[in-house]
């Protein structure tokens, strides 16, 4: 079987209600837009995968970007430089094509991707994982319904200039629900974006007092306290809290991840296979087993994007919940996964059925493609 086309889509839908991601303050997001990657091989068989960008991305840096660089002062080369790093996280990863590969080999083999890396498949339990920032009244009532749901554990965001309003957050929503629900925390200091609206950067202190705040309301794990490549930083917090520390959603390479494993930096693994590939993200899983640490792919895009972690955590040593991104009204299962012939659902116990069929176990809705998609790029051994 041999690599016979490359197509890739621009496929977007407008969302029911603006979305305002925790992870770039004074951003709305309208629309659920990404790059759909389609490739044909010579017998026929179609892998997809799907890339990450906000803005337009093709022919040139995304659009996001390109709008927050004009009026910058050119002699400010550090905010230039910052800026432009932000803006890496945004656009276009080549990583992100590696799954289509994986999807191809499934499907030849006739198996489910988690096969091949060894899982069994089944059910597997998912976190709900909100995106917003909301007052902590209004977060613990809305997690009381997501717990009636079905949900068992849930991730907060927090992102206050004041550390007391983001410990205030987390108190609020464990006094609502009670001891019964796991509760994570997001501080999204990883790879922070401020080209939209300045951020709080925390540093070791501030991450030192959080985690430690933390133990007091028994979260069960804090994410992205510090950046990515924090690594002594890290080390050091996990000394000095019992907060359990987890990170590196958008580290993207094995070389970065093994001086995490070396430096001691995390109890949790998160790697996302649109980052980093299914490849890398299954020998990250692999060390964190041998380590006997934690592993829970991240996953914050659309249905393509989930289906593709959902496969790799299948294969997982480590049975954790795995993140479900879900904040209604703006982000939900139908809009997330507006591609997919079957949006991935939750059942009554905060379950979601890892699909057996050959491949990544997902269909492309061709009627959705067509009314919200639009080719871009095609590429075919006929044109070198
Ligand atoms: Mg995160």
Redesign the pocket.
């Known amino acids: 079987m041999k690599v016979a086309k490359i197509e890739l889509y621009e496929v977007s839908i407008p969302l029911p209600q603006a979305f305002c991601p925790a992870w770039i303050p004074g951003y709305q997001r309208k629309y659920n837009r990404s790059t759909l990657i389609k490739i044909t091989a010579d017998n026929g068989l179609i892998g997809y995968s799907t890339g990450s960008h906000l803005g337009e991305a093709y022919g040139g840096p995304s659009s996001l970007l390109g709008q927050y660089m004009i009026g910058r002062k050119v002699k400010r080369m550090d905010e230039i430089r910052h800026l432009l790093r932000e803006g890496s996280f945004l656009s276009w990863q080549n990583n992100s094509m590696e799954p289509a590969f994986w999807d191809l080999l499934g499907k030849k083999e006739g198996k489910p991707v988690h096969e091949l890396l060894g899982g069994d498949g089944g059910r597997l339990q998912v976190y709900c994982s909100t995106g917003e920032l909301h007052e902590p009244e209004v977060r613990a009532e809305e997690v009381q319904a997501i717990k009636e749901m079905g949900f068992k554990s849930v991730k907060l965001r927090v992102h206050d200039h004041d550390i007391n309003k983001d410990i205030e957050q987390i108190k609020v929503v464990r006094k609502a629900v009670g001891d019964g629900m796991e509760i994570g925390v ?1 501080a ?1 200091q990883g790879w922070p974006v401020t080209i939209a609206k300045s951020s709080p950067i925390w540093g070791l202190k501030r991450a030192i007092e959080f985690a430690r705040a933390c133990e007091e309301y028994n979260i069960a794990w804090l ?2 306290p510090l950046d990515m490549y924090a690594f002594d930083e890290m080390a050091e917090l996990r000394r000095r809290t019992k907060t359990p520390i987890a990170g590196g ?1 958008l580290t993207s390479g094995w070389h970065e991840h093994k001086m995490l494993f070396e430096k001691d930096s995390l109890d949790i693994y998160q790697p996302d296979s649109l980052y980093t590939g299914i490849g890398t993200a299954v020998k990250i899983m692999k060390e964190a087993a041998k380590r006997n640490l934690g592993f829970s792919p ?1 996953t914050w895009f659309d249905g393509i994007g989930f289906a593709i972690n959902l496969q790799v955590a299948a294969a997982s040593h480590d049975r954790r919940a795995l993140e479900y991104p879900f904040d209604p009204p703006a982000w939900v299962p139908e809009f997330r996964d507006f591609l997919l012939k079957e949006p991935f659902m939750v059942d009554s116990d905060g379950y979601v059925t890892v699909p057996d069929k050959p491949g990544l176990g997902f269909e492309i809705d061709e009627q959705a493609l067509r009314q919200y998609g639009c080719k871009y790029y095609e590429m075919d051994k006929n044109k070198i």
Do not use: L, S, V
């Open positions: 997001d999204n994410e992205e959603e991240h």
